[in-house]
Nanobody
Framework: VELAESGGGLVQTGGSLRLSCAASERAFSRQFMAWFRRAPGKELEFVAAISWGGSATNYADSVEDRFTISRDNDKKTLYLQMNNLKVEDTAVYYC??????????????????WGQGTQVTVSS
């Protein structure tokens, strides 16, 4: 999997973090990209997605108005700006691409290929 997530860490409630996902040309170019997360003991959850050009985005209700997905196509990097973090945002965060999810990143599931992810821990 040619994806590498970074930027996670420990932050207090209300804090911010910016996640990055560095991708190969093949995994990034002309692919819709998305962020997912898996909290302890819970299933994989969709967080946000973005179109190739960046003009279209979609968010889970739980992060709407707090998280912003963006991409730099020159740098082949996907970002997730997370503000006003809550304890329930604690999870391992993963990025993925149309390439690894049968051509439709919104349908990524646990049976598709994933990177190592980056841990986000929000303390109260």
């Amino acid at each position: 999997v040619e994806l590498a997530e970074s930027g996670g860490g420990l932050v207090q409630t209300g804090g911010s973090l910016r996640l990055s996902c560095a991708a190969s040309e093949r995994a990034f170019s002309r692919q819709f990209m998305a962020w997912f997360r898996r909290a302890p003991g819970k299933e994989l959850e969709f967080v946000a997605a973005i179109s190739w050009g960046g003009s279209a985005t979609n968010y889970a209700d739980s992060v709407e108005d707090r998280f912003t997905i963006s991409r730099d196509n020159d740098k082949k990097t996907l970002y997730l700006q997370m503000n006003n973090l809550k304890v329930e945002d604690t999870a391992v965060y993963y990025c993925n691409s149309d390439l690894y999810c049968g051509g439709y990143v919104a349908q990524c599931n646990e049976y598709h290929d994933w990177g190592q992810g980056t841990q986000v821990t929000v303390s109260s």
